[in-house]
């Protein structure tokens, strides 16, 4: 059996339907698409790919359903193959494109099940007797196995955890993932983990608020994504680029056209290629925004624009980023106990709290051109009806300190 | 220079007052006293010793110095001595003898002075024109200086953290010590972390409340050293050991001198030996014994000779075991900010809730041979008034599955 | 001061002038060419950058220099700034393009000397008063200061071997550099290892060693880079491509170039990016090929096109591959013991036979599609009067089945 | 199913019998045997026991039957049980006693047989339906199945190796063990490696070579191993100590009978408790020492004898140590390829060679208290008829500056 070497996991073996899917362009494309967007310009080894994620994530699953003895051979390979495809339908940057391909064209994960219904994929699940439609299903949760792959602790995020930690070089991202995936099981149609696995369970845990912290909030990323995704925008509405198009594009094609755009996107591909990047005019957390706030999230257009009237700066120079407010997913996967099932943050107080300190870490944003902070922070203040924005000692704002701004 | 190869720091130097220091019978001793007691029996690796901790703490301590540019090199040189002899007062099994020793000869830290200020240690310090006086209050932590070494967050408890996880392969013992180190320094005497080294503190505080909850609490620890130390009292009683000499004593004079009790000391011994241990007759938390349980922490024989009378058991079988309430002293290190200094617990809210969930860790036990188990029991919760042991999915309840019981 | 994190050596310091240089278009580039070329084709983390790896060898450097008291402050700011540089003339996949620009430029190393002089850079050089010239020496190591950058064992090498370790998982790219580094000085304008880094240095030997066998030397990585440089001489040939403008390209704009070239750059990008890649038609080590065969080194173009003409296919689906024999330069490295100077491979036996074991490695390769490798393989052996392939059991050989073919 | 937490391997699961076996006295006595003997006194870190490498020999032992369809589940229960015992007949300190209980009991491994089949071993043995005699067999490598515990490239020295590599602090210690147990399989009633494992093989014996030059033939552990075996002989003339108990005996009973020993073994154990060691008086390679000096290997005590009275010491002064001749067993493993079986050496020529450097690390000594050193040093060389003692620039030379005189 072929194997893979792989910095985090090891040796991963290949077998054969993994190999002629590898070979695939579909699959290929992954090994163009960066797994963390624009996060190595602050984590300067974050250079890692959708590739490696899959190729790690379909390992843990083979190593997860090794100890499930009831599951028939035919769904394990559905499974694994599943857990190798499940990134195809992502567009270049991951999840930056994200946002702007919905808009466009009205068209989300659906697609998976498009692209594994046609050409040299659709040639190989046939000839290995796999149906795309049930594929696709496993890939988004919907069937009871799917969990392995898409679930409040499912080996995507354990993959991801893991490895976003040793590319960035973050120490606390470890998680406890093999103790994890050896206490893990199916209690009636539900993938639990077993009492023995609630300390590597809460190993997660801490991982997943570490690493939210450090790499997936950090200001600059957010500030790198928020550009890309309006620069791409531009080039929609320019007739520039074809949103269509966009999902089979990689990281290259991606930066190619926006270099070569004559307009907004072209001016923000010089920036992201020299880091010359928008900086905060405004960065609070809910206490000072008030929950309000967040009732602007599908008007981000109208305040971007009316801020920058307020300001007196041209429109492109604003840029508003309002996150849904933040959870763990994790804390809701289940731990089986002696007597019954209990929610991993009922189980452990730890977790429970890790919660509280989680949602303090949210915070929205206002971004341009440094030489228009001043203008643009105070008419954002006005805007959103912010009175002050305290100074307090919280992680994130502590930790700009921290790494290149 | 010397160097010494240590498996958590690498290389360490030894200039030439710490290589004759080193050979010393004092420090030599140090080789032969394990840094966890017992815990060797829950984790099989944790066979470390005081004095591979000596060696790390003195290499920390000089890592700590070399950003301190103020510091006079006789001061420097003062601290890296001090770091080395810290723990040359321990006695066999570090903290396991601790409490008998002063029981019987009411003598605690003082000693440390005394060991300093004769034989050999005397004639090399004099030769290096170092007081023993003046070590013997950096250790104490009482000078400036001195809360490098002993303070709330020191250099002490950055090795032994992080050398308890290499030893025990618990993973979370980690703690980013080379950034906390480059953050510190002294701001009118008062040893403080820079905003820049916040993370880093707070994961010493995530590193601490692990090996809290996995190693220093575990109740095989527990009884262990319970069984230890009454099996030391005993000896005392019975004339079969003299207390005054026990803190010259290795691990290899207890163990040998226990063997050879003809009295409880050798039964004792020889469960130890077999790791035949006690059992937890009782074991709960506050909410279930009430605050009034800890006035019980000062007439524990009291409590043992009754339960025993009130179980039908031999007195010797009956061990109880009241811990303080537990507190992380690390929370309470300053963090310097641009504009003032605030306490970790206050600059973080993370680590204010880690307090929380660490009091959750406390249990108090009530321990005896397995045969005994449901006697005792039933009457240590009549004695100490505990209506019901709820059974709630606690850390340290669901971890006992984890290892060896 | 401000620190980047790195995944390999934790938080690297960035002084002001670091800063304000890595701030420049010229050191953002290097995000975007990647440190081993197409070797992510067979090891999918390896997707690291020039960036990380410039601030890694800025980073040993600072560590090497701190030693080292004899040297001005100021000449430490030149050979940290020009670790920090060194890499800035590299064309885009570093080595791969390294050949063509100089086949139609005539223009090399020399490159640093202009780059260091011009635009942005030349002003903050200017600013904190350092000479491009000066610094250029350094990069070229043609100064006494400049062997730390640039010798047989060097802090470029020291930190491109543990980095290309830590993003392929190869485990024994280990080079114990830390001691190493503590190791080394300067013995009249000579740098040198003392004997106390004997080991140290054995270790970086096993590390080239083993790095080349599996990493450096693997055919895939020779054959994908073939491939590329092979493209980008067509395009340059059919005017699709300036010579001149190659070494300012990133890989963004290799590859965006090559796919959008109409004529065999583009078949060559659409294989590329697809992992259809040539195959070996013949693959020998030196025994089998005799030495007469590196005087075919300087003819490549004249054998392909007449091994084509033998097979009978069109001349670009051959290419000839044939590298200088192979030298571990580290082996010169000298030691210092008590009473003279010994280079490595004397002082140490063990070295001195890692050699003989390398030249094992060396292999000539011939490759063309899948479809031709016996007729071109065929009129290869004879081209070359090749009597036999030996299959014998060499590391190179069993090595293919370890990794995707 | 229980687990116990190793630093090496991780979560090591332990079945029913296996816990079983864990609580007899046999087993736990190998928590007191270091696995090192007196290498601590070099590498600190050093003191693992033969306690957690059966755990790590039984673990990979499982690993590795877990790909062998073909052995019966009664067959490889057999070999996991015998991998937890396979070193439960060591005595104190590991191989130190290995030849002094020899020389009095000319009793040897058979001892293996009679401590299986009594107690309560044979009890639990019998109730799983395991043989004792069967289970010697396995441990002595003279079954089939035992070459996985006991044969060229067997269980118990990876885990070893790796163990002591992580106690030590030895970076080169790795071994891809993982990939080699992956790839081991029987041939015929062979055990052999794929030749995919071929390169992990080399990891092997470049871990093998490093820590017998690192760490198993520093000289300060051959003094130190051959006082306290010098002791126990001493004890024994003396009637201070029964050889037939000497294998039941733990580190603990050997040290503290050798403090209480009113003689030699007394004072040896003083100089062993402070580190006061003898010191080598001549130490040297075959190409001084001319090869006839191996005859001398079944005379030492008469060799000891006379360079005392030609030095006009007294014979307890003197030690001499001449070991075998080294060699790599691992060299001989059996490689499996498409066509044939080859062994490791004749399959990489860098085995080959490493087998070379080996022989080079080859040394006798003869040491004495520090202030005979010169006397006793002229008269070996007199003894031994050695002209002069070369000045070679040699790995164990320079290594001593690298720790701890």
């Given amino acids: 059996m072929k194997v893979v070497l792989d910095p985090v996991h090891g040796y991963i073996e290949l077998d054969e339907v993994v190999q002629e899917l590898l070979d695939t362009p579909q699959i290929q494309r992954l090994r163009r698409v960066r797994q963390l967007g624009f996060s190595n310009l602050v984590y300067p080894g974050a250079n890692h790919t959708r590739f490696e994620h899959s190729l790690g994530t379909m390992h843990l699953a083979s190593m997860l359903m090794k100890n499930l003895d009831s599951i028939d051979e035919d769904k394990k390979l559905e499974i694994r193959v599943a857990s190798l495809l499940h990134d195809v339908g992502h567009g270049p940057f991951s999840h930056v494109t994200e946002n702007v391909i919905y808009k466009y064209t009205r068209r989300r994960h659906d697609e998976i099940k498009e692209i594994l219904g046609k050409g040299e994929i659709k040639e190989i699940l046939k000839k290995y007797g796999?149906?795309?439609?049930?594929?696709?299903?496993?890939?988004?949760?919907?069937?009871?196995?799917?969990?392995?792959?898409?679930?409040?602790?499912?080996?995507?995020?354990?993959?991801?955890?893991?490895?976003?930690?040793?590319?960035?070089?973050?120490?606390?991202?470890?998680?406890?993932?093999?103790?994890?995936?050896?206490?893990?099981?199916?209690?009636?149609?539900?993938?639990?983990?077993?009492?023995?696995?609630?300390?590597?369970?809460?190993?997660?845990?801490?991982?997943?608020?570490?690493?939210?912290?450090?790499?997936?909030?950090?200001?600059?990323?957010?500030?790198?994504?928020?550009?890309?995704?309006?620069?791409?925008?531009?080039?929609?509405?320019?007739?520039?680029m074809d949103p269509f198009r966009l999902r089979q594009m990689d990281d290259i094609d991606l930066i190619a056209a926006m270099r070569s755009s004559k307009g907004y996107g072209g001016e923000l591909a010089r920036r992201l290629d020299s880091r010359n990047l928008y900086k905060r005019a405004l960065y609070t957390g809910l206490e000072d925004?008030?929950?309000?706030?967040?009732?602007?999230?599908?008007?981000?257009?109208?305040?971007?624009?009316?801020?920058?009237?307020?300001?007196?700066?041209?429109?492109?120079?604003?840029?508003?980023?309002?996150?849904?407010?933040?959870?763990?997913?994790?804390?809701?996967?289940?731990?089986?106990?002696?007597?019954?099932?209990?929610?991993?943050?009922?189980?452990?107080?730890?977790?429970?709290?890790?919660?509280?300190?989680?949602?303090?870490?949210?915070?929205?944003?206002?971004?341009?051109?440094?030489?228009?902070?001043?203008?643009?922070?105070?008419?954002?203040?006005?805007?959103?009806?912010?009175?002050?924005?305290?100074?307090?000692?919280?992680?994130?704002?502590?930790?700009?300190?921290?790494?290149?701004?």
Avoid at 378 to 388: D, G, L, R
């Fill in 130 to 240: 796999i149906y795309p439609g049930e594929l696709a299903k496993h890939v988004e949760g919907e069937t009871s196995l799917g969990q392995i792959l898409s679930s409040e602790i499912d080996v995507d995020r354990m993959d991801y955890l893991v490895r976003d930690a040793h590319y960035t070089g973050v120490a606390f991202g470890v998680v406890d993932y093999n103790r994890l995936i050896n206490q893990m099981s199916f209690h009636e149609d539900r993938l639990v983990v077993d009492q023995g696995g609630l300390k590597a369970a809460e190993s997660l845990l801490v991982s997943r608020f570490w690493m939210n912290t450090s790499v997936y909030y950090h200001h600059v990323t957010r500030i790198s994504e928020a550009m890309c995704s309006k620069a791409v925008e531009h080039m929609i509405e320019d007739g520039e």
């Fill in 289 to 405: 925004a008030g929950k309000g706030v967040l009732k602007h999230r599908d008007k981000i257009e109208r305040a971007e624009k009316e801020i920058a009237e307020l300001a007196g700066v041209d429109q492109e120079c604003v840029l508003v980023d309002i996150p849904k407010t933040p959870e763990m997913l994790e804390m809701k996967a289940m731990i089986k106990t002696d007597h019954k099932l209990v929610s991993l943050n009922e189980a452990s107080h730890f977790v429970s709290i890790l919660q509280e300190a989680h949602m303090d870490n949210w915070r929205m944003g206002v971004y341009c051109p440094r030489e228009h902070c001043e203008a643009v922070g105070k008419a954002a203040k006005e805007y959103f009806n912010i009175k002050k924005v305290t100074k307090q000692f919280k992680l994130s704002d502590l930790e700009n300190t921290k790494v290149q701004e």
